[in-house]
């Protein structure tokens, strides 16, 4: 294992190619003991995963696909979503710092304005009731200029600024935020991180469309459950709670 140059804090590994970032290191895992927080970078993908079991698709080099170990055997299983809020303000907040108009899609993806940034798979592996160890699996959109593949709305960072950007910073900033909100998650303060994460999210003024299995309707968010379900007010005034997967946004 090879420290990352640039005063980067973190053991990180990085391969030309791999299946998929967030598998290579849940093998490193069985095969070793694996400090948490180290990372695992990839120039290319042959097999990423996203999110629905769809594949995640990455132009050469150009972005930062990459996946960390967290062992959070301090939460419970019931507080999964915890580290959702966690590795999403730390992308949302790095990439502010390029730019302006970047939010939290509940429950894990970054948008700037309408389009889909970053993505996130985070596995995590349950015994009992802990949290025993959480895979998370970032693809972030850096520096490609074109898209193909069938994903709904992306776009890059490059896009954004205009700028090609250094991955290496990228990383080094979204790992260093991940370090401090999950400090702070350890030391009790999930009310402060749930009321950072609220104010960062998507549409979170005003109504807005959205479909759950019974149709379209026009809500509000109006808050996360600490279970991570969605709280929606519609417009009759009636509250309404959804589960990751069982209400969607309508563009
Ligand atoms: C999504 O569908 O929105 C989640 C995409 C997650 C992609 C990243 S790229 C690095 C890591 N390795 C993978 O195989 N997937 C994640």
Redesign the pocket.
Known sequence: MMPYPDGFSFPCIHMEET?????CLARLCTEQEVREMTVVT?DH?T??????G?S?E?GEGENL???TVLYPTFLSAKEQFRLSQVISLAVKETLDVYAEDFSVKWPN?IFWKEK?IC???LENDLTGIQINRCIA???ININQEEFHSPAPNPVSLRQITGKKEDLSDVLKQVMERIGMYYELLKSGKGEWIDARYQRSLFRNTGFHDFQDQQGIFTAMVTGIEPGGRLILTDDTGRERRYAFKEVSYLY
């Open positions: 299946d998929s970032t967030s598998l990839a993908q097999a990423g995963r996203g999110q629905r769809n995640w990455s696909l990459f996946s993806d889909k993505g996130m798979l699996g970032i693809g």
